[in-house]
């Protein structure tokens, strides 16, 4: 097992700067960008998780601690940890793993990679069983992070075979602003349709005409090529209708 001040060693030993520079660049964080001012060490993913085994007794104050980093590696590291820890967790040490993660989500929680691969095995796994009101919270928010942490949430009730809230929060994220809650809210109606192709298509009658490209294109992207290009056609149609009005 290693402290704070080993992981960090480790962490430093691993850096890569020519990852680091490519990581800047698909991260986005130019001026104005979705990671605008995000830095990196340049550590592959594996290699992160690589160490959790290693992290498993480090105290929740230290984890809080990586989760502030502005490297986000640290922050990606930490929140793979708070996911083991949870997953391993009594139901106290769970609750008080879903507090931080929580609190932290917009902020040291902050880049999709981040959210997408721990806030379904912490915020979904622990909303599961209850009330769920505070997924509809985060997908009102004016922050995207938080946008996008209510819909991949939704991932672990679908693994669990339960769409009723999937679909309620992807249609109220349906007109959203941003590219990456369209992708998030198409790839999460696509995981669905692999399980219930029926109830996928129920809201993709009702939204189709009007989604966003790229969400149709994520929702469908696992149907027959006939169906996909039905609604694909069907979005075309909408945008034609769309242009003649403005004429």
């Known amino acids: 097992m290693v402290d704070l001040d080993e992981l960090e060693q480790v962490l ?12 800047t660049r698909f991260f986005k964080t130019g001026k104005g960008e979705y990671g605008e001012g995000d830095t990196f060490l340049g550590i592959r993913v594996p290699q992160l998780r690589k160490l959790v085994p290693q992290c498993r007794q480090l105290p929740l104050t230290a984890i809080r601690d990586l989760l502030h980093s502005s490297l986000h590696e640290k922050r ?34 902050n880049n999709w990679d981040i959210i997408d691969t721990t806030c379904p095995h912490i915020v979904g796994a622990w909303l599961y069983p209850g009330d769920r009101a505070l997924l509809y919270r985060l997908a009102g928010s004016e922050n995207l992070w938080q946008r996008r942490a209510a819909m991949l949430a939704c991932f672990y009730f679908i693994r669990k075979e339960d769409f009723t809230d999937t679909l309620k929060i992807a249609a109220l994220l349906v007109e959203d602003r941003e590219d990456l809650i369209h992708k998030a809210v198409g790839w999460m109606l696509r995981e669905i349709g692999k399980r219930d192709q029926q109830a996928a298509e129920q809201f993709l009658h009702r939204h189709c005409a009007t989604m966003p490209r790229i969400m149709l294109r994520y929702a469908i992207e696992r149907f027959a090529p006939e169906k996909r290009n039905q609604y694909m056609n069907c979005g075309k149609n909408e945008l034609r209708k769309k242009q003649k009005r403005m004429k």
């Open 12 to 23: 430093s030993g691993l850096a890569d700067p020519e990852i680091a520079a490519h990581s």
């Open 76 to 109: 990606l590291v930490a929140a793979l940890i708070l996911a083991d820890r949870f997953k391993r967790g009594t139901v106290d040490e769970q609750k008080e793993i879903f507090t931080l993660y929580v609190k932290e989500i917009g902020k040291g929680i």
